[in-house]
């Protein structure tokens, strides 16, 4: 069998490539690794895309330019970005919501407590598997074949062109390839190279939960980099978040996260605070927060609150452990007692508490404490008291595969032919390290939609033109 152009993947940015080379006049045939009830991969977790705007536009507000959607990324990214395809991205971002409309995404406003994007990002109504939905719903309609359970396993290449890819042994050859499947995030034994043996003997990767997909393993991204394709981005770089430590393994997704770190203290599991809760703005800091805990002993700490700040940040899906003393408190979490008392009251004494206000950056901060907490410091003295175990969760990986603003996958520096590549695979080129809130979805969309429309235009360079099914 056939097609003009095979997609492998099956979250957003093999979607925008299906959809857009199917546009084009091409066969298309897709392969989601997942089942049917499982596709989408992190796509499906999902809630906005980060968009540039030169004015209030349907479920966005004001103004937001590119030129500070550039600052954005040049801040996060500190400098490890490509400007020619960040602003490619951010330029796409302004006008590929009427697209993605007439594939039946729809939009709303973004809710309260949503780290205040309401200016800068388009929220999906129903979120990312919504929107997966609506993409497949569309694709089927237009033609395009979808297959699940159908994981890649290679690629055959001949000088840096696609041939064919294997699912098990089956052979399936196409014109042009796009490749979006992904990073390797779900691969436990690539985490477990990229971040090494501690110093403790600990595999702090055995620990993490990965927040989306298990589906994301790498294997593609490996074959190529092994292949001889130029490479992009840190392995050990990954996007990681504190989750709540009864996460599941895969797919706890976006409710698993404690947003109130910043509200109280955080202690590691021999009871000792470890970093500064109030150095910035929640949305500001949550992504660091998956290293801290990642570097601590049993990449374990615990997040502890008072009554006071009840009410005040988004409510994670499970409750917290509940208690109406610290010491009691203490015991419940498994802590040892007297270290975790020495913190606390160490902490309450060095509280200099000014006007409490967490839309700002308050003056509550501690005096002659190490670490500082230096902002929103209120002593955590009023019952009850909450603590949450926390854990690393992994959102994505940085390495991927380098492009051009054609999404042709490069060999020693020369663009190939008929091979692309789309979203986390890429995503990389934009954004080297860090992360600003729905950017992930705005390097997918961009350039899953180029890299069909490329895919389709190199199979019909190619010569005979295969009719979709
Ligand atoms: C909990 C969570 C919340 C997030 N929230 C946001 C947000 O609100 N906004 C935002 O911009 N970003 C967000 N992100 C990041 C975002 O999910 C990614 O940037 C984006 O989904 C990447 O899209 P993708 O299509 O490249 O990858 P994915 O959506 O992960 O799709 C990869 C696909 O490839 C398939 N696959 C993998 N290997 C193979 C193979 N060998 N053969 C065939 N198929 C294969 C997988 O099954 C999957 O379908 C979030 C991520 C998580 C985990």
């Known amino acids: 069998m056939t097609v003009d152009v095979l997609v492998i993947g099956g979250g957003n940015a093999a979607l925008c490539a299906a959809l857009m080379a199917r546009e084009a006049g091409a066969s298309v045939l897709l392969l989601e690794a997942a ?14 895309l980060r968009c540039m705007h030169d004015a209030p536009q349907d479920v966005l507000t004001d103004a937001y330019p590119e030129e500070e ?24 971002s302004s006008h590929c919501r009427d697209w993605m409309r007439g594939h039946g995404v729809h939009f709303q406003p973004s809710l309260s407590g949503t780290l205040h994007l309401s200016r800068t990002n388009a929220f999906f109504m129903g979120g990312g598997k919504a929107l997966v939905n609506a993409y497949y719903r569309s694709a089927e309609k237009l033609g395009v074949q979808v297959r699940y359970s159908a994981p890649v396993d290679r690629l055959e290449l001949q000088d840096g062109r696609f041939v064919a890819a294997f699912v098990g042994s089956e052979r399936i050859a196409a014109k042009a390839c796009v ?32 927040r989306g997909t298990r589906f994301n ?14 490479t992009i981005g840190d392995p050990t770089q990954a996007h990681m978040v504190a989750i709540d430590a009864r996460a599941p393994l895969y797919d706890g997704g976006i409710c698993t996260r404690i947003d109130c770190v910043s509200l109280g203290v955080v202690v590691n599991r021999e009871g000792r ?37 009840a009410g005040r940040f988004m409510p994670p899906v499970f409750p917290g452990t ?8 203490a015991q419940k979490l498994g802590l040892d007692v007297p270290a975790f008392m020495q913190t606390l009251n160490g902490y309450n004494a060095a509280c200099r508490v000014g006007r409490f206000d967490h839309t700002l950056l308050d003056d509550c901060h501690t005096e002659q404490l190490l670490p500082a907490k230096t902002h929103w410091a209120r002593s955590i003295d ?30 020693g520096g020369v663009p190939s032919a008929n ?13 080297g390290k860090g992360y600003t809130a729905g950017v992930g979805m705005s390097i997918g969309t961009a350039f899953g939609r180029i890299a069909g429309v490329q895919a389709a235009q190199a199979a019909m360079k190619s010569g005979v033109h295969h009719a979709a099914a």
């Open 179 to 210: 490749l979006a499947a992904g990073g390797f995030e779900s691969n436990r034994e690539w985490l477990r190279e990229a971040w090494g043996q501690n110093a403790r003997g600990e595999w702090p990767s055995d620990n993490f939960a990965i």
């Open 35 to 48: 089942p049917r009830e499982w596709r989408g991969g992190n796509s499906a977790h999902t809630r906005n």
């Open 273 to 309: 605070r470890f970093y500064d809760e109030g150095e910035d703005f929640w949305p500001k800091r949550y992504a660091i927060w998956g290293r801290l805990v990642a570097q601590q002993p049993g990449q374990v700490a615990y997040s502890v609150i008072d009554a006071k700040a």
């Open 382 to 411: 009023k019952a009850p008291f909450y603590g949450y175990a926390l854990k690393p969760g992994v959102t994505f990986t940085y390495l991927g595969l380098k492009t051009d603003e054609t999404a042709a996958v490069s060999f």
């Open 69 to 92: 959607f550039w600052q954005d990324l040049l801040k996060v990214t500190g400098g490890q970005t490509d400007e020619a395809l960040a602003r490619l991205t951010i330029r796409a």
């Open 419 to 431: 091979l692309f590549v789309a979203g986390e695979m890429m995503a990389g080129n934009v954004l």
């Open 217 to 230: 393993q790498g294997v593609l991204l490996r074959q190529l980099l092994q292949a001889g394709a130029d």
């Open 322 to 329: 509940r208690a109406d003393t610290l010491p009691e408190l």
